[in-house]
């Protein structure tokens, strides 16, 4: 009732609050830039948090500890940036994409390319959006993938073609309070369900024991993912890209009353962020103590569990298993509350030994779980092998009292539904301004309106095809992340070419782009390069192509003004 | 296709250097605490 009765107020209220958005293309497309700083800074939070973030990220820590919190050290920066540098001009020149501004600096075919960049990513990372909140719902209620899928799919689609942008941003802003919610709640209940004697402290001490409260790790790496300088130059470049040339995030602050409305709610997101983050790792944290005293199955993947208990050469093997997993988590549950007790006595030599103890358990636990990865890949070879994804969630529908998974589960769809129709609004923002309208010119604004409801029809469409495949990637979150730092370096560099070097003219930073963006491509699939890196690499390779081009091929000819009115 | 057009902001008052140091300033803050609990729980 209480998932049901959010999905119908989504699309009731979007509907209903927003029926005279789509008289005009800059209402439908920007809510006649009208909103707040408050506005723009949840709607930012908002677009960026996805179902994907409620449901990966605590699954993330669960597995991997906190290390992943670095990730977003580089956003405050990119903020504080973005506000200085790109919102002037953006609003200055009273855009409805962020591409528009590359004609003027550049040329057309520039603009296009951009445009087009942006459409393939964000087309592709909307339908991971999509796939997300599917998972969920397969898990609880048994239903078809697919089927989830397109329900959530054409729900999104309804209630993004009626509204427009303003729907958009007025469901974000209520979706924002209740994922807040859902996150405080979830994390009192995970420490209220420790057992007696074992509060938040003790808790982090055993977390800390087990290498999860690993936040920040100064040490450099160029493979590795999650280190505080990775954080500081590929998050920053990640984080740039993301909110200074994305439509989805551009859109967001075009829609603001002013600069300093604009301004502001980028601000606002620097300051919220990172605290967000911590906050969704350490339920992860917690759900990973909390499955120290409580037992774990073997996968949380259930459909690939489910799978193998079904196969008669298999299950014999998994009952094993499970069997011995059953006796091991009782071994695990008495190891992890000695520890808890000696730390509560801070007795030195009784920590050491429970520590000892604590150790060897857990190294019991790593080879029966290698044994079970073993089952299950031979078992099911093209089923997903990590489930991190399915920890947070297992854990709500089988421990939280039923009102509160009902209440979780409309946090999740609501926060997907709002995340994903972000992106679908800038998709169809990107297809009307930058490719509809230049090739059209004489069309009318209620025509354009027409073709942007189409669009996002479109695009919907496209992106429920593309989640019909996300099941089988590593890490929803991650592959997300990994989507968009393939295309956003170079569209970075693009931009900071536009901005900062006045004198590289169109054809050098256009040849520069689609360089750089073809070696970004070549390095992910021949190397094993740390993905944030690419930002840095594909932004670095436009920016010199670029100088290196129009010192060497385009010497003569001379620059082109920026814009007739800048 | 959309004629570029200029807008005339408002006089903006805000004191935007104290902005930029009040998020710069909360990320060192809170990479310090990060430091801390890393160092603390190792």
Request: a positive charge; one cysteine or more; charged letters at 10%.
């Amino acid at each position: 009732m209480v998932l049901g009765g959010t999905l119908l107020f989504i699309v009731g209220y979007g509907t209903w609050r927003t029926r005279t958005a789509g008289r005009t293309l800059d209402g439908y497309l920007l809510g006649g830039r009208q909103a707040s700083w408050w506005g723009i800074g949840l709607s930012i939070i908002a677009t960026q948090a996805s179902a994907i973030t409620f449901l990966s990220t605590p699954g993330q820590a669960y597995a991997d500890g906190m290390r992943f919190i670095q990730f977003y050290f580089g956003l405050p920066v990119a903020m504080v940036l973005i506000a200085i540098f790109a919102v002037p001009i953006f609003h200055r020149l009273q855009v409805f994409t962020a591409y528009e501004y590359l004609e003027g600096r550049f040329d057309r075919r520039t603009r296009t390319l951009a445009a087009v960049l942006f459409l393939v990513q964000r087309g592709l990372s909307n339908g991971l959006s999509l796939y997300a909140p599917a998972l969920v719902l397969s898990a609880l209620l048994g239903w078809d993938i697919s089927l989830t899928v397109w329900l959530i799919g054409g729900l999104m689609i309804a209630y993004t073609v009626t509204g427009g942008s303003s729907a958009v941003a007025v469901t974000q802003q209520f979706q924002v309070g209740v994922i807040f919610t859902g996150m405080v709640v979830a994390g009192y209940l995970l420490v209220h369900y420790l057992p007696a004697g074992v509060g938040f402290s003790e808790a982090m001490q055993v977390a800390g024991h087990q290498g999860k409260l690993n936040l920040v790790d100064f040490s450099f790496d160029f493979k590795d993912r999650y280190n505080f300088w990775s954080g500081m130059t590929g998050g920053l470049f990640l984080a740039l890209s993301y909110f200074g040339t994305d439509q989805s995030q551009v859109q967001r602050y075009l829609a603001g009353r002013s600069q300093r409305e604009s301004r502001l709610g980028l601000l606002m997101n620097g300051l919220v962020k990172v605290p967000m983050q911590f906050g969704i790792l350490l339920i992860g944290v917690l759900l990973f103590v909390f499955y120290q005293f409580n037992p774990a199955p073997l996968t949380f993947n259930r459909p690939l569990l489910n799978q193998v208990a079904a196969s008669p050469t298999y299950a014999p093997q998994l009952q094993k298993l499970q069997a011995d997993q059953a006796t091991l988590s009782v071994a695990q549950r008495t190891a992890t509350q000695q520890l808890a007790r000696a730390y509560t006595s801070h007795n030195p030599e009784q920590i050491a030994a429970a520590q000892t103890h604590r150790q060897a358990v857990a190294a019991a636990a790593l080879g029966l779980q290698a044994r079970a990865q073993a089952l299950f890949k031979a078992a099911a070879p093209t089923a997903e092998a990590k489930d991190t994804d399915y920890v947070f969630i297992t854990f709500v529908l089988h421990y939280l009292p039923h009102g509160l998974v009902g209440l979780l589960l409309a946090v999740v769809l609501s926060a997907a539904m709002g995340s994903a129709a972000g992106g679908l609004n800038a998709l169809a923002s990107t297809t009307v301004v930058d490719l509809y309208r230049p090739a059209y010119p004489r069309a009318t604004d209620s025509r354009c309106v027409r073709v942007s409801r189409w669009a996002t029809v479109g695009w919907g469409v496209l992106g429920i095809g593309f989640a019909l495949f996300a099941a089988r990637l590593e890490n929803l979150i991650q592959a997300v992340n990994i989507l968009g730092s393939l295309f956003y370096g170079a569209m970075l560099g693009l931009f900071m070419v536009a901005f900062f070097l006045p004198k590289i003219q169109a054809s050098a930073a256009f040849w520069a782009t689609v360089v750089a963006q073809a070696t970004v491509l070549l390095l992910f699939w021949q190397t094993d390069i740390g993905y944030l890196w690419f930002n840095i690499i594909g932004c670095g390779l436009v920016v010199g192509l670029a100088w290196l081009v129009q010192r060497v091929v385009f010497a003569t000819s001379s620059p082109r003004p920026l814009s007739p009115k800048e | 296709m959309h004629d570029t057009m200029t807008k005339t902001e408002p006089t903006d008052s805000t004191n935007w250097r104290a902005w930029y140091w009040l998020v710069l300033g909360a990320l060192a803050a809170e990479v310090g605490f990060f430091a801390y609990l890393t160092h603390f729980f190792a």
